[in-house]
């Protein structure tokens, strides 16, 4: 059976609700929504295992009890955890706003996910990797060329942006971009072979083919904290599972919609 390994970060989100966001030097006030299981590569993981996919975790936590809390959940979820405790380093944050509408800013300190060291990466052709970018691009390139170079299929989330080298851009199969991402990759030199654009609630088009965005009724909008995350994980569970095109962007969309209906980017993340 074909598995999604997802190389990302681990972080608890700490989540603050405000009316709006505010303008460059000002201050708001906000109500506190909680700490929840977040992360890019956490994130994906958990919505690659939802859909069906065998998953294997690679990451870095603190040993702390925010790490050793993580790791918890993700094995009571069946989610394999390749994923050591460090000493040096606590479990990385991500301070999270939201404000009325459910838009969503978000600073991360990375913690951990920033002395994540090679990880022990074995795969077999069918496998998919997907990997984005809240942990070193040197460790994130280097998997990707090795799960390339063993008949893997790369899923590179270039979030957040940075630059990549552009022999890993690529090999990804597809890259995946938000709106702004997608802006900052015209202004580079990078030519992505395959190249699936996401626009939130009005769906995603991956090299010309087109996905509409699932409705979702305003009564049941929390916030839109991890619906990328969601997209990418349900993505990489479809192709993995031997999914076309359309029928994964499909699979995918619903995952980002269903990810607006609860609080954090994971369901039942609170720690």
């Known amino acids: 059976m074909a598995r ?33 299981a977040g992360g890019k590569g956490a994130n994906q993981a958990v919505a690659a295992r939802r859909a069906g996919a065998d998953v294997t975790m690679l990451g870095a936590v603190g040993r702390d009890d925010a ?77 990707a060329r090795r799960a390339h170079a063993a008949g893997a299929r790369v899923v590179l989330n270039l979030a957040p942006y940075a630059a990549v080298p552009p022999d890993v851009v690529a090999l990804a199969d597809p890259l995946v971009v938000n709106e702004s991402e997608a802006a900052l990759l015209a202004d580079s030199d990078l030519l992505p072979s395959s190249l699936l654009v996401t626009f939130g609630a009005a769906g995603a088009v991956w090299d010309g083919e087109r996905v509409d965005g699932v409705a979702v009724p305003a009564d049941r909008l929390v916030d839109s904290v991890g619906a990328g995350d969601a997209f990418c994980g349900a993505l990489a569970a479809a192709l993995a599972a031997g999914a076309d095109r359309t029928e994964a962007l499909a699979v995918a969309a619903r995952a980002g919609a269903d990810a607006v209906a609860w609080p954090g980017a994971q369901p039942h993340a609170a720690l």
Request: contains cysteine.
């Open 67 to 143: 790490g050793t809390a993580y790791l918890a959940r993700l094995r009571a979820l069946g989610i394999t955890c390749m994923v050591p405790q460090l000493d040096a380093h606590p479990t990385g944050t991500a301070l999270i706003t939201v404000d009325e509408a459910g838009e969503n800013t978000i600073v991360v300190v990375p913690g951990a996910n920033a002395a994540l060291s090679r990880p022990q990466l074995v795969l077999a052709p069918g496998d998919v990797l997907l990997a984005s970018l809240e942990v070193p691009v040197g460790i994130v390139a280097e998997a």
């Open 4 to 36: 999604v390994v997802v190389l990302g970060s681990l972080n608890v989100d700490v989540v603050t609700r405000v009316e709006r966001h505010p303008r460059p030097g000002e201050t708001v006030l906000g109500e506190p929504a909680g700490r929840f």
